[in-house]
């Protein structure tokens, strides 16, 4: 039941922050619409931890300005190869293995990787634990295999180091 209170929370000030109108007529019909869609959720089953993984916020707070911090430095290399007139790529498909094992932790994952600019995550082989990645460069290949994101997509799904 907490979680769907949670989540009728985030769907309501979700609302708010679109709606921009607060009379008091429409911040109760948005209240009473977030409640009954939450319920709907919960009785449609998406108001579950891999729906609505509000207990990963604390550690989302961690993670999302290292990824942010990530995709800034890849936009900058990824421009300047796109600005460099001689085209300095070297395209890359590989496996790297996952480490992940949630659900959630397995979208942040692959969603993080594809995020970046110049990798995106090709194919995801669950059985095997594996990505299958392309990479615009060999070091972006390189930063990928080296397994900080994973290391870090792990401590956020609630994994050990």
Same mark, same amino acid.
């Given at each position: +039941?907490?979680?769907?209170? $949670?989540?009728?929370?985030?769907l309501f000030a979700f609302?708010?922050?679109? =709606? ?9 019909? @948005?209240?009473?619409? =977030? ?5 709907? &959720?919960?009785?449609? *089953?998406?108001?579950?931890? %891999? @729906?609505?993984?509000? !207990? ?18 890849? =936009?900058? $290399? ?20 996952? =480490?992940?094992?949630?659900?959630? !932790? ?11 600019? &110049?990798?995106?995550?090709? &194919?995801?082989?669950? %059985?095997? *634990?594996?990505?299958l990645v392309h990479a ?8 990928? %295999?080296?397994?900080? +994101? ?7 799904? &609630? !994994?050990? %180091?």
């Open positions: +039941m907490l979680r769907t209170a $949670s989540l009728a929370l985030f609302w708010l922050l679109l =709606s921009g109108h607060y009379t008091p007529w429409l911040v109760g019909a @948005g209240l009473v619409i =977030s409640i009954l869609l939450a319920l709907a &959720g919960r009785r449609l *089953g998406f108001a579950d931890e %891999e @729906g609505h993984p509000v !207990g990963r916020l604390l550690a989302g707070l961690l993670y999302w300005p290292w990824l942010a911090r990530e995709i800034v430095k890849s =936009s900058l $290399s990824v421009t300047r190869i796109i600005l460099d007139p001689k085209l300095p790529i070297s395209p890359q498909l590989f496996h790297t293995k996952v =480490s992940t094992r949630t659900p959630v !932790g397995i979208a942040t994952y692959a969603n993080s990787i594809t995020l970046t600019p &110049g990798t995106i995550t090709a &194919g995801v082989d669950r %059985e095997q *634990g594996r990505f615009l460069t060999k070091a972006g290949a390189d930063d990928v %295999e080296a397994g900080e +994101m994973d290391r870090r997509v792990r401590r956020f799904e &609630g !994994g050990a %180091e």
